[in-house]
């Protein structure tokens, strides 16, 4: 049985951060086994991931393919862990599956396969390559006059990437609302934090002079995240851009903030604390 | 730059590293503009994006402008292992030698990296340097001296030539070994530049063995009959002494789920694979 199937109406905040530490834990525990993985983008995204699959898609595991289902790209594929857990969680797969992540000849590779999982919906982890196939199935839908939404998450240190610029004018200039961008804003990509690297800010102005609607929340508050996605679109003929600020590795005191958490793998012990700290999700 | 491995050269040399974020694409471009300015730049990115995203970036303002820049693909070939396809670099080459201009150079040990990167700073125009995570024992004499576009032979043999580059040649040595111990005397052929070829080796190898088994860390698809090597060799060989070739390397498909050593082993690519392929060809030569 699926113990986190059916949410039965309580799409609290409570409840959508019990989740997402399930997530957190399940991720930490693949990275382990598997010996391979990016606790520091699972982590920080993990309260994201649940208030999209708990609260705002309108998804169908059982027809993980139905045409008017909302779609959601996870841009950065890296952090796979995470949304093979939630997919799993959601029940588009037996949880069971999950241990199988990165076994030889397993479907749940270093990066999310839509050829192979079910309710992937791209091939990603090179970077920059998720916001402009949203902008593509957010104009399909448009084009079409349909309901269903498209939600893409990229990280932060993605945005280096000029692909996303490109989709970003696009989407403005089609006028996609029903395009909502969440960007992880945890402020560290691989080795050290973006605005050592290549400088982000100010963000959320280059997001508002490219045509959008922008809004910033914690992303770590469920309650905020749900309620945002729940108000899409902000604005009128734009397409949404929610900038989550968030901490990478949120949720493990060793992990939180330390770029060098980015893709290690924690060992035995570091597994065990970080699993002590993450007590008290709905799976004990 | 943390795909690339230059923190040590960031500490020794802080104002010579320019890390300029997630971004192949500007990357190369930024590195054409410094040789424009003089400089030498070592433009240093995992090989599947370097190549993948920045193709034309190659292509146009490196390989086309004769800018003088060093293009450093890093963990190639199915180094990336589990990371999966995305990942993996097993097109670059059939891409890279489809461009005219570009040197290509594939090094198979640490002695001949250390050499070819200072082969590459030392000429003038675009080099690419196809380099590799996955450990390698040493293949070569602490003499040997790497040349430009000079294929080396390891091991001397009549009977057949075994042809790979980069992380591949150790594992022809071992099958030329298990090759003498089914009686038969293989050569093997380092051809670590993949451009320009030296043709004088390669036909050498098909006049004087008679059948050729290459082998490569990358799709056999994309040329004539092979992707990087083996359509090389097989390109050369057709026109001027075309002899039963087997073309070693992952068969036109995406790997599946796998580290690199499972994966290498899944396609065949071990000593054992390799000297089944040799007797294979071995047994349909017509030259003597
Ligand atoms: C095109 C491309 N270049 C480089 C990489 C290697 N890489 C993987 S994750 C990463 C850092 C990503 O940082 P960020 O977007 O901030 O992600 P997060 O902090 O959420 O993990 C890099 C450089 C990649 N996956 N794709
Ligand atoms: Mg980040």
Redesign the interface.
Known sequence: MNIYAEPEGARTGDRLRYLARDIRRQSLTMVHR?K?GHPGGDLSAADILAALYFSALRVDPQRPTAPDRDRFIMSK?HCCCALYTTLAMRGFFPFSDLADY??????????P?RTKVAGVEA??????HGLPVAVGAALAAKLDGAAWRTFVLTGD??L???SNWEAAMAAAHFGLENLTLIVDRNRI???AP?ET??RLEPLAEKFRAFGWAVREIDGHDCTALSDTFAAVPFEPGRPNCVIAGTVKGKGVSFIENRAEW?HHVPTDGELAAALEELKGGLDR | ???SGLSRFAKRFPTRLV?????E??MVGIGAGLANGGKIPFVCGAA??LT??ALEQIKVDAAYSQANVKLCGMSSGLG?G??????HSIEDMAWLRAIANLTIIVPADALETAQAVRAAAAMEGPVFLRLSRTPVPDVHPPEYVFQTGSATILRPGRDVTLIANGAMVWRALAAARLLAAEGLSARVLNLSTLHPLDLKAIRDAAETTGAIVTVEEHSTRGGLGGGGLGGAVAEATATTCPVPMRILGIPGTFA????TE?LLE?FGLTPEGIRDAALEVVGVKVRP
């Open positions: 598997a391979v594929g990165a076994q030889p000849l397993s479907p749940l590779n270093g990066h396969n091939n990603t982890r090179p970077l920059g240190g993605e280096q990437e000029g990509q691989q080795g973006t690297i290549i980015h | 730059m943390g795909s890390n300029v974020g997630i971004a694409q500007n599947c994006f993948a995203r990336y589990p990371l999966g396809p995305t990942h599946p789920t796998g580290s499972w899944y």
